[in-house]
Each structure stands twice: as C-alpha cells, then as structure tokens.
C-alpha cells in the first residue's frame, strides 16, 4: 500500500520477507562478528586442560566443535602451551534485492550463529543508505517476536510502531 519506501526485514533468526516479494538479488556481503576457539595442532601437548575447563563441551584434545563454541576465550587463557586462539567467524551474510514492491534489506543468520542484534543493525544501515541515496521517504521495518535483542535493534529509534499481541488462552479439556 505504501509507495516510495524501502523494506527492512530485521526478523533475521527467521527472515522470511524475501518469500513473498519475489526478489532479484543486486548486493550482498558477510557479517563477522561471532568468535570461535582455534588450535595450532603443532603447539598443542594433548594435556586436556581445555576440555576439562570449556563449560559448553565445545573442546576436546582432538577436536572443536564450531557450533557449540560460545567464543569466551577460558580455553585460549588455560591452554599452558599457547595453543589456542580465538578468531572471529562469519555470522550471517546481508542482501539488497530489488522487488516488484520496491527495494528490500535482508539478511540470513548462518545456523547456531548468535550476532543477530549485529545482523539487524546492519540491515538497518542498508535499507537507510538505500532511502538516502533514491530519496525515499519512508522505511518500513519487520520486525521480530518477543523481547530479545532483535527486537530492541529493530525498535531503535523508530518514528512509529505496530505491536501485535497475541494472548493464548489454555483451557482443560472436559473430563
Ligand atoms: S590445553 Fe592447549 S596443549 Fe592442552 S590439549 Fe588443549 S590445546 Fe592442547
Ligand atoms: S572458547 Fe569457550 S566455549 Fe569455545 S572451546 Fe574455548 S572454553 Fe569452550
């Protein structure tokens, strides 16, 4: 219904706006953010001292499990051979897509990644570069359920807002 604006779906942990605007794909680029435990195999002494102190299970002296590494470094400061490090990993990758609607932001969360505060702000920042550079008037945001940080990143500083609010009424069945 609104013409000359640009759309923004900051709903990226289930970003679904792009299956129903019928986009072509015309920019696009990863986010990093997310940090993950990596080991030079040829310092580690196989002693153990980072599995015995990941409490996520993330680590043993053979492996790292990439998907359940929280990032916070305990292993990199117990590891007594300076073994470990920490580097920062791709978390998502953010689009511009031409519709038949009109211009839309939008971006994909990669699996278990968990910037997706960073991911919205970043679709923010395209959907108003875009409105900047057509001389667009209007930025309509999607955004995401509940009270996370998605949902603070997608509220920030908005002129307007509409909440839905959904009550769920649980009854017993009769006996
Ligand atoms: S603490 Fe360091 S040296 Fe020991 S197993 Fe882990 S990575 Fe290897
Ligand atoms: S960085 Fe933290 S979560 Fe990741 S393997 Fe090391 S101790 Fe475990």
Redesign the pocket.
Known sequence: MAAHKVVADCDVDAANLHLVLDPTLVDSGDVYGDQIAV?DTS?????????RRCRFGA?T?EDINELACKGCGI?VL???????RLETVACGQWFVSETPYGLLAHAKLLPAAESSGRLVTIVRQKAEDLALQRGLPLILIDGSPGIGCTTVAALADVDMALIWRVFTIWSASPS
């Open positions: 080991r310092l580690c002494q196989q002693c153990g001292e980072c599995e680590i002296t292993c117990a590891c007594p051979h300076q073994a470990l």
